[in-house]
């Protein structure tokens, strides 16, 4: 019985000492933030994770009583913002706007001074979104099958036209040559601008380009959509099959955004952070700004926003390496 009381004693001994060691962070938790938190995008004003990060850090603001302040860190494909973010103090005080560019850098490039999955602690998903297969209306299809049957009958006469060597837009082209099992020859643009314009123009044929930017130019007749890429219909364009339900089972690529901390960043501050990020992307306000640029708000834990960026990851990686890319 003696020795029964003793266990008991230093067990919650030990219990009380845990709790005691928890006291600083939980403070430091819910007192959180006590100065401005600066959100690094890594892209320049106007990018389509630019507009995101300026709807949602606004309202989080708001909610917490301390600015966050968007800063705007372009360069090297995305990697020179990440770098800056992973090497910042795991305080809370600088976070970071994860984009698929950073997903697929990771088995893109052969050395980077950062580490997506060993440097970064998952905060939240934000967003998601979809790309749409469009092509010239020259092109005779109209359909995602037509379009296989096209391309199987014409091997390496068909091009798409990308943003880049190495961008979603490319990786999205080359995932479906692979499951598709065609051969359509991939023109690089710089920037997703010059490839629309040259394929409205007729220069090339067919992009898998993003939905926002391209509906415009469907909606006018200047070119004709196929499918989105998503696991389910756009509610910008519910009239659209997605690419697997059209002809190419298990495509999908989306276009995400999420807030990632540095590595070592506290528990209690991400599950704050998580919390408030929740609570401003239920906001109407913001739910339809986002819509606006054709993205849906997409909250998640930080668990099941990690598992995500892992597949992600492995995804690209198997593409990037089954097509052998290299950036340009």
Do not use: C
Request: hydrophobic share 45%; charged share 20%; proline share 7%.
């Amino acid at each position: 019985m003696g020795e029964s009381r003793q266990v008991l004693g230093r067990q919650a001994g030990l219990s009380f000492a845990v709790a005691l060691n928890l006291l600083p962070a939980l403070a430091a938790a819910q007192t959180y933030p006590t100065k401005p938190v600066r959100l690094i995008a890594a892209s320049s004003p106007g990018s389509a994770v630019d507009i995101v990060a300026r709807i949602v850090a606004p309202r989080l603001s708001e909610q917490l009583g301390q600015q966050f302040i968007v800063d705007n860190r372009a360069g090297a494909g995305g990697n020179l913002g990440a770098e800056i973010a992973a090497k910042a103090p795991p305080d809370g005080y600088t976070l970071f706007m994860g984009t698929p560019a950073h997903a697929i850098n990771t088995a893109l490039y052969r050395k980077l001074n950062y580490d997506l999955a060993r440097d970064f602690a998952p905060v939240s998903q934000l967003t998601s979104g979809q790309y749409v297969i469009v092509v010239h209306p020259s092109l005779p299809v109209k359909s995602v099958k037509e379009l296989i049957a096209l391309a199987r009958a014409k091997p390496g006469q068909l091009n798409f036209a990308s943003a880049g060597s190495g961008n979603a837009t490319h990786l999205a082209g080359e995932l479906f040559k692979s499951l598709a099992r065609v051969n359509i020859v991939h023109v690089p643009y710089k920037g997703s601008g010059p490839a629309l314009t040259d394929l409205i123009g007729g220069q090339v044929q067919l992009m898998f380009s993003n939905l926002t930017s391209a509906l415009p130019h469907v909606r006018s007749g200047r070119l004709r959509a196929l499918a989105v890429t998503g696991e389910k219909r756009a509610a910008a364009a519910p009239e659209l099959p997605t690419v697997s339900e059209a002809g190419v089972p298990k495509y999908v690529v989306i276009s995400w955004f999420g807030v990632l901390a540095p590595a070592g960043t506290s528990r209690e501050i991400i599950a704050r952070l998580n919390g408030e990020i929740e609570r401003a992307l239920r906001a109407p306000a913001v739910q339809e700004r986002l819509a606006g640029e054709g993205a849906e708000a997409t909250p998640s834990s930080p668990e099941k926003f990690g598992a995500f960026l892992r597949d992600e990851m492995t995804q690209w990686t198997k593409v990037v390496r089954s097509a052998g890319i290299r950036p340009e």
